[in-house]
């Protein structure tokens, strides 16, 4: 009798961090959330898999003739539509991980009414799948390379890793507060969207950091998805990687996780009740 | 710390009706904010779901919950489920818990049988290891094998009950909280449903459950805890409180109760119950006696003229068996109902009921649209023995759920040739 767990179930405080040894224990039910959206999606379309591919590659073909043909945007000596590409694929994975994330608690009112588990796995779950579509996506970048005859930096070994943990980072505060915050204010979820669309006109993507005049840059780099993704592009193509970006971009995304979980924590109380 | 294994000590539970957090926008929130407005919180509006409800669970012991809709019952259960948590009190819990509020959580139509078994299982908290040692088993319970590779939108809907209540039964807790699972699927499946439960109780495990079905109740329970308005009334031995139960919660007894259960009935735009009366000889009555005709007078009001509106009872015995159902209106046609008030009457004859306790069920329902009373009115009767009295034998009265007077013709039998 000694060896069996006691759970104490009563009101608990309002000030509580993530139980990462519970979130640890539930590893195989998050596995499975994320197994679950990545199936389901790609049985629901007739493009299956491709979809993943398709979604970045016909954002890439747009802005290539828009930005790269019509408005001739300097691209830094690379192929516009690689140069675009490169920039898209981070974009996509942070969109999808912060759009879907923010509504996966809404929508998950049937699980959250009828089962326990860690709550914070729902909206980890989410970033998880986008994190799925980024891969696949990625491979994408092997075919490029080929058509234009371009040979990778070798900074890229470290710096997509990098670039990508503090994007990956970033997203999951994002979405982790978004989700609590969604509940919470349900008109926020219309706003959402809106929202990462001008955020991605912000964030240098369809044009290069260099483009911008230097007394503006530092306003451009207080967004912390300009640094990820100049890292992202620049381990790439080559160019030094500005570290200082990056850090201020890592802080503000450990802030945000901190932050996020300590109010997402507060509200899953009452997500039962309100949903 | 106690060795038992569920202990609910001083629980309460808190709903703020109306305040509700979800019905706040960002925007309303911004302008109290800047216009330093600030809402307020009657306490007229506090719903107290649970109080003070203290209870042991012993181990290896099967326990129902049973009361009327609103009493608490689900409360408990999601707080027991840890879906939401309790304003004050606390339980300790011993073991691992699996609670079932209701089987299929997390089915997905797109998936396969196979699938869904995966997910449904890693949802309900089963491991990798498991759910592929008991896999087999599963399938063979729910009678699916060949359609396990089928996504199971294409599933009847006793199929994807089978295979979701057969993934809920393998489960293997010390401790099981069910919740009115057995309310769904044929009858057939429901008497699988219940020899499983049954075996789960049998064998050792601690179980909690909630259901409306007395029968089932008093089959797998050995105790019970009666809950009304949120508070324990009495515990003890299963049977007795059953019977406790039935014979308190909804006796006819007290025009008032019928009265007050009416006016808690939420507005509906088509329609109002107005009164439930029994009737004998122009009389209200209480204990019904069977030498005499009975009317049932269902007095309503409908606010426009409606197609198919129709209002009915269910007489059912004390174990939930349905005797026999009455519509007022619809048989020949889907008939109009005008707008108005009525009183719609059914009259059983006399020398029919059976002398013993009846449950009377009252609804009503729009045809192919929905039900006026999503919770049926349960009012429940006696019947005393008055009519044609067995000479021949006293103090019999005949088993069965009626006991009609029917007509007998008696005549020398003619040979056949």
């Given amino acids: 009798m000694a060896e069996e767990p006691l759970i104490v179930i009563q009101h608990s405080s309002a000030w509580r961090g993530i139980d990462f040894r519970e979130v640890w224990r539930y590893r195989e039910m998050l596995y499975f959330l994320v197994w679950r959206d990545v199936k389901v999606r790609y049985k629901q379309t007739t493009l299956g898999i491709t979809w993943a591919l398709i979604q970045p590659l016909l954002g890439m073909i747009v802005l290539a003739f828009v930005f790269g043909r019509v408005a001739k945007l300097p691209s830094e000596g690379i192929p516009y539509p690689l140069f675009a590409f490169a920039g898209l694929l981070p974009w996509t994975f942070f969109s999808n991980a912060v759009t879907n994330g923010s509504m996966s608690v809404i929508n998950s009112g049937n699980l959250l009414t009828k089962v326990y588990f860690p709550r914070i796995l729902i909206p980890a779950a989410t970033v998880m799948t986008a994190l799925v579509d980024f891969f696949i996506a990625a491979v994408m970048l092997l075919p490029l390379f080929l058509y234009y005859r371009f040979v990778p930096d070798v900074r890229l070994i470290y710096g997509l890793p990098l670039a990508m943990v503090v994007c990956l980072a970033f997203a999951s505060g994002l979405s982790i507060a978004l989700s609590g915050l969604v509940v919470r204010y349900r008109d926020l979820r219309h706003a959402i969207p809106f929202v990462m669309q001008i955020w991605m006109f912000a964030t240098p993507i369809v044009y290069s950091l260099s483009v911008v005049p230097t007394k503006y840059r530092w306003m451009v780099n207080l967004n912390p998805m300009a640094p990820v993704i100049e890292a992202f592009r620049r381990s790439i193509f080559g160019g030094a990687i500005a570290t200082s970006g990056l850090v201020w971009a890592a802080v503000v995304a450990v802030v945000l996780i901190f932050a996020g979980s300590v109010y997402f924590r507060r509200l899953e109380r009452v997500f039962a009740d309100v949903i | ?417």
Wanted: charged content about 25%.
């Fill in chain 2, 1 to 417: 710390m106690s060795e038992f294994p569920v202990r609910i000590e001083n629980v309460s539970k808190l709903y703020r009706i109306g305040a509700k957090l979800d019905q706040r926008t960002f925007r309303e929130t911004v302008s109290d904010t800047v216009l330093l407005r600030r809402r307020d919180r009657s306490p007229e509006r506090d719903l107290w779901a649970l109080r003070d409800v203290s209870f042991d669970v012993r181990h290896g012991e099967a326990t129902a919950i049973i009361g009327q809709n609103g009493a608490g019952k689900s409360t408990l259960l999601k707080i027991l489920s840890r879906i939401t948590e309790p304003t004050s009190g606390r339980i300790l819990v011993r073991g691992r818990v699996s609670s079932l509020l209701e089987v299929g959580t997390g089915f997905h139509n797109e998936l396969t049988g196979r699938e869904n078994v995966q997910l449904n299982g890693a949802i309900l908290g089963m491991t990798r290891r498991e759910i592929k040692q008991r896999f087999d088993e599963i399938v063979a319970f729910a009678e699916v094998e060949r359609f396990i590779d089928t996504p199971v939108k294409y599933y009847s809907s006793g199929m994807y009950m089978r295979l979701a209540f057969a993934v809920a039964a393998h489960l293997e807790p010390e401790i099981l909280v069910v919740d009115e699972v057995l309310a769904v699927g044929d009858a057939a499946f429901q008497a699988k449903c219940l020899r499983k439960m049954n075996d789960v109780a049998s064998h050792g495990r601690t179980v909690l459950f909630v259901s409306h079905n007395m029968p089932a109740v008093k089959a797998l329970c050995q105790t019970a805890v009666w809950l009304k308005n949120g508070q324990v009334v009495s515990r003890g031995d299963a049977a007795s409180i059953v019977t406790q139960y039935l014979q308190h919660s909804s006796s006819f007894a007290g025009r008032d109760s019928v009265a007050e259960r009416l006016a808690a009935i939420p507005a509906d735009p088509a329609f109002r119950m107005e009164s439930i009366r029994l009737l004998q000889g122009r009389r209200d009555v209480e204990l019904v006696a069977n030498g005499e005709p009975l009317e049932i007078e269902l007095g309503f009001e409908v606010f426009r003229e409606t197609l198919g509106l129709h209002v009915f009872f269910r007489l059912l015995d004390l174990e939930e068996t349905l005797v026999f159902e009455a519509v007022h209106n619809g048989h020949e046609t889907v008939a109009r109902a005008e707008a108005g008030r009525w009183i719609a009457t059914a009259v059983i004859p006399a020398n029919f009921l059976a002398a013993r306790p009846y449950q009377l069920l009252i609804g009503a329902a729009i045809a192919n649209g929905r039900e006026l009373l999503p919770d049926p009115i349960r009012l429940t009767f006696d019947v005393q023995q008055t009519g044609l009295v067995d000479r021949a034998f006293p103090g019999y009265s005949p088993p069965g759920q009626l006991a009609p007077l029917l007509e007998w013709r008696l005549e020398p039998a003619r040979a056949t040739q």
